[in-house]
């Protein structure tokens, strides 16, 4: 053999070799290369908007906290305002109560001084009449008498 021929015939066999490789088994390959590179390509497209959606959700979370925390402190100023205004209407309605109370308490007074009085007249009347028996050493009629005992309980 013939080191030309065996060389020419690796020559052959080799490009029939690469000819099969490029034909048969390399767009396959490339494709399934290819797949793989989409699918890592997609993989971090996914991740990407992963995080940008946490982001996102994050912001909306941060956003609603925030207008729950402004609904608790105006919540919380609605409740104080109303309780200012129960204490309030509390004691306006004690300082009344307490008014006429002692509105009642001083009627009463008076009603007790005016029925003590008019006792005490009944008394001093009753007291002059028996003085005055006694000095004159005689009954005093005080029914015949009744103008000048009305006109000394007045004037007592």
Do not use: C, Y
């Amino acid at each position: 053999m013939n080191i030309n021929s065996t060389l020419f015939v690796q020559f052959v066999v080799f490009f029939i070799l690469a000819m099969f490789t490029m034909k048969f088994v390399w767009p396959p390959l490339m494709k399934a290369l290819d797949e793989r590179a989409a699918k890592i390509a997609s993989g971090l497209a996914a991740a990407d908007r992963g995080k940008a959606d946490l982001a996102a959700a994050e912001k909306r979370v941060q956003t609603e906290l925030a207008g729950a925390r402004d609904q608790v402190q105006e919540r919380i100023g609605d409740a104080e305002k109303r309780a200012a205004v129960i204490i309030e209407d509390a004691k306006r309605t004690a300082v009344e109560e307490a008014a006429r109370i002692i509105a009642a308490a001083h009627a009463d007074a008076e009603q007790q001084v005016a029925r003590a009085r008019d006792e005490l007249r009944g008394q001093v009347a009753a007291l002059a009449v028996k003085g005055a028996e006694q000095i004159l050493k005689r009954e005093v009629n005080a029914s015949a008498h009744a103008d000048l005992l009305s006109n000394l309980s007045t004037e007592l």
